[in-house]
Structure formats: structure tokens, C-alpha cells
């Protein structure tokens, strides 16, 4: 047996790009039928969602912002945002508003060909699956929405806990689930969060879905072949498929 850790979001769905996407349909759903004569480009969007979200300044302990309080303090980065794009103040409170319910629409997220079966495969297998995600507090539902919710033990998320990855408190957090000192995996896309922060925590870390990562124990551009990678539950040397 072993406890494989998975990130979300360009781990087992694809969603970019998720954010600038939400915040601009919740602009043009606020302004339908109003005549609204602002000229804010998805392009425009983008730009303000490069930055101000906690997984942006993992180095920073966000517990002081955790469930409501992170969605308080992510809404007023995008009000913000709608206001330096020119948006008056009485329509960017309201889309600001609507961000919440867009993100969490399931037709925001496809789910990658061989998701399903891989964890379907490695839970056949009685290996542990649990979710490590820098992520809104609500994504359970989307999750159990998508009908993954069986094929997981448990759920970290950042914006439940204060930190994000690769900050070492949220990986002890989610090495608190190994109850039985079972070796652990992290499946994830990014270098930086999933790869070093796994590396870190002592977890064999799995890079996908972006060709090579050197850091990474292996590579591999298909999720089926992690069954495999499990099996042999090797450290170290790098393998890519």
C-alpha cells in the first residue's frame, strides 16, 4: 500500500485558464443587458490574476485568512482589480460577488482522458488517494460534483488550512493522513509547489502533464502510467515516460 497525494487542478482536470475566466464571466454576466459600455478584455483580466492569490506568496502564513476569511481576502483582490481595469464601483461589487458560485461550476473542469481509471485503479489496489491542493476552501464540492469524492481518503486544501504548498506546514498536515507509515507519492504539475515541496517533505515526488522535470523522482505525460510508478516504489532514480 501506499498514500499517493494529488493536486487538482492541471493534475486531474483541466481548467486554465480558471480564474481569469470566472472573474471575466462574472463581469459580463453583471453587465449583460445593461448597455454597459466598458471595454475590459479577457486579455485585461489575466494580467490582474497573475498576482494576489496566496498560493502567489506560499511564504506567507495565511491562517489568519482561512474558509470565509480567505474568500474575503481573495474578493478584495479581484474588486480591486475590476476598479483598476476602470469598472465603476457599484458593478464591480457585484461581479466580485458572482466570482464565487462561476468557480465552482462544473463545466469549468475536464477531466483528464485516464483520471478516472488511474484512481480507480490505484483505490482497487488498496492504496490511500488524498487531495493536497492550493485551492478555494470549497473544492470538495466540485470535486464530488465531477463524482471523483469515492476515489479519495481526505482533503488538503490551502485555503482550509492558512498555508500553501510548498510550505512545510500544509505537507505535515497531509502526512498526518499516513497513519501507518506507508511510503508517500506527490502527483503534481507544478515544479515548485509539488515537486520540491514533496521532495521536502520526503514524499517520491511525480511530475506530469509538463514533459521534464529534473527535480522530480519521475516523469511521466499520462496519468496511467502512475499505477506502474507506484508499483515499483522506488526513490531516486528518474524515470520518464
Known sequence: MSVIFWDFDGTLVKSNPLWSGSVFTALRETCAGQNNSLN???EDIRRYMAFGFTWHTP??????????????????HIYKSYI??????????????KVRSIIKRTENYTLYDDAVSTLDALKASGNKNIILSNNYPELIEVIRNLKLDKYFDAYVISAQEGYDKPRKELFEIAKSYNTNNEPMFMV????NADVIGGNNAGMITVFVHNGYCKEAAYCTDTL?????????NKTGAVHFD
Open 224 to 232: 496511467s502510467a502512475i499505477p506502474k510508478i507506484i508499483s515499483k
Open 59 to 76: 511564504q506567507n502564513d495565511y491562517t489568519a485568512f482561512k474558509n470565509e476569511k480567505w474568500w474575503e481576502f481573495m474578493n478584495r
Open 40 to 42: 475590459v478584455k479577457f
Open 84 to 97: 483598476s481595469l476602470g469598472v465603476d464601483s457599484e458593478t464591480a461589487a457585484a461581479a466580485t460577488q
Open 188 to 191: 503534481g504539475d507544478n515544479a
